[in-house]
């Protein structure tokens, strides 16, 4: 009888089984095939004769015809059987792949692709388990399932990102980082690894002035600030600085001040946007915008002169974060992304990210590094075979060449490793 439904859409056909389902009571596969067949024998019956008309059936229009009854009640039954023997195909499948998962698990000397394929495997059972409807038998029993390969799923995903950063931990020790060394790395798909990039360095210098300078955007576009408005810079904002423009307390556009900080990494002109900001507008900022760690409480400072009101606690971030705010700035998902893209790009300091990729695939596109007595470090943007990626390592003791050397090594790996 599987030419009754012939003709009927996937769509129609769910909507015939859902509505059977909830009009009858049938609770398995086999219950339904009982009747069916039951339906098939009342079809092959003759039909009983029609009663002559009345003045009442004149009146009043009569049922369907029994055999039409019929025949819509099994095309129903025959809707419902496809819709659960599609129901318990997938299940079924979902279950072998789910088995094929554990079994890639348990293998010994666990690799990156065998880790790659149980996380396959888990994905692939829970699509399955996705294709079958809610109003099937095996619902239920479909609904705990997808929990259980949910669980496993994220964790074989975790498995996965450990096994792709590996490389990470490999490369921080050749090139002679130290063990308390952070290391982010993103393409813009956000496909990430990481090595400690959670963990907060003991200070990020003034990789700071980053989030401080994506603040500003955000201030100037939502309230329509034009960036050649001036801001004077007070004299209690001045500390040992590199800035060459900015050396005497006056009005200065906040274009300038947003490329000093960026481009010759001034001090005075960060202390100045912090006090135009304000630190409780940046934090709130950093904060809607999911950044969990990342806040700037204390100004910057050079090698003695400590400026006015430096403010309380100390300023913070990880490797993660702010690999993920260069991200969204080359992806341009933050405010004032292509002056934030041209102002890394003008960088006057080259002496890490830069000089680490010359020699390399990879090609620059832009950089902030951070230097104090406590920590270096730089997050910086690079193209390789024409993908963008984010690349943050801060350590501390280690110098320039380690660190030079390890972004190369980052780089030359990708360059193999597109995916990582």
Not at 161 to 185: C, H, N, P, T
Not at 194 to 204: A, K, Q
């Amino acid at each position: 009888m599987a030419a009754v439904v012939a003709g009927i859409g996937l769509v129609q056909m769910l909507t015939i089984a859902n509505s059977f389902s909830q009009s009858s009571n049938p609770r398995s596969l086999d219950e339904l095939y009982k009747i069916r067949d039951r339906l098939v024998t009342e079809l092959e019956q003759p039909p009983s004769p029609s009663p002559e008309p009345t003045l009442l059936s004149r009146l009043v229009p009569l049922a369907a015809n029994p055999q039409e009854q019929l025949l819509q009640q099994l095309q129903a039954v025959e809707a419902q059987i496809l819709v659960e023997q599609r129901a318990n195909d997938n299940l079924q499948q979902a279950v072998r792949l789910a088995n094929r998962a554990v079994e890639t698990k348990r293998q010994q000397n666990q690799s990156l692709k065998s880790s790659q394929q149980t996380q396959f495997f888990w994905h692939q059972a829970l699509n399955n388990l996705q294709e079958v409807p809610q109003y099937s038998f095996l619902a239920s029993l479909t609904a705990s399932k997808t929990q259980e390969y949910r669980e496993n799923l994220t964790a074989a995903t975790s498995q996965v990102q450990q096994a792709k950063s590996d490389f990470l931990a490999a490369v921080a020790r050749e090139s002679g980082l130290s063990g308390k060394a952070s290391i982010g790395v993103c393409n813009l798909s956000r496909q990430c690894v990481n090595l400690r990039g959670d963990v907060p360095p003991v200070s990020p210098a003034s990789l700071i002035k980053l989030p401080i300078a994506v603040a500003l955007m955000q201030k100037v576009e939502k309230e329509k600030i034009s960036l050649k408005q001036e801001v004077f810079v007070n004299r209690g904002n001045f500390t040992e600085d590199s800035s060459t423009q900015i050396l005497s307390p006056k009005n200065y556009p906040l274009q300038l001040l947003l490329e000093e900080m960026i481009d010759r990494s001034s001090n005075t002109a960060t202390n100045q946007l912090i006090d135009y900001l304000g630190a409780d507008y940046i934090n709130q900022f950093l904060d809607n915008r999911g950044y969990q760690v990342t806040r700037v409480n204390f100004k910057l400072m050079g090698e003695k002169i400590m400026p006015s009101n430096p403010g309380s606690g100390p300023n913070r971030l990880t490797a993660n974060e702010l690999t993920e705010m260069m991200v969204q700035i080359y992806n341009g998902e933050t405010p004032g992304a292509k002056l934030l893209i041209e102002t890394l790009n003008r960088q006057y300091d080259r002496a890490l990210g830069f000089a680490a990729l010359q020699g390399t695939k990879a090609q620059w596109l832009g950089e902030k590094t951070g230097q104090n007595s406590l920590v270096l470090g730089t997050t910086l943007a690079m193209s390789i075979d024409d993908e963008a990626y984010v690349m943050t390592v801060i350590d501390t003791r280690s110098g320039d060449l380690q660190m030079r050397q390890s972004i190369s090594k980052i780089a030359d790996y990708i360059s193999r490793n597109p995916g990582f």
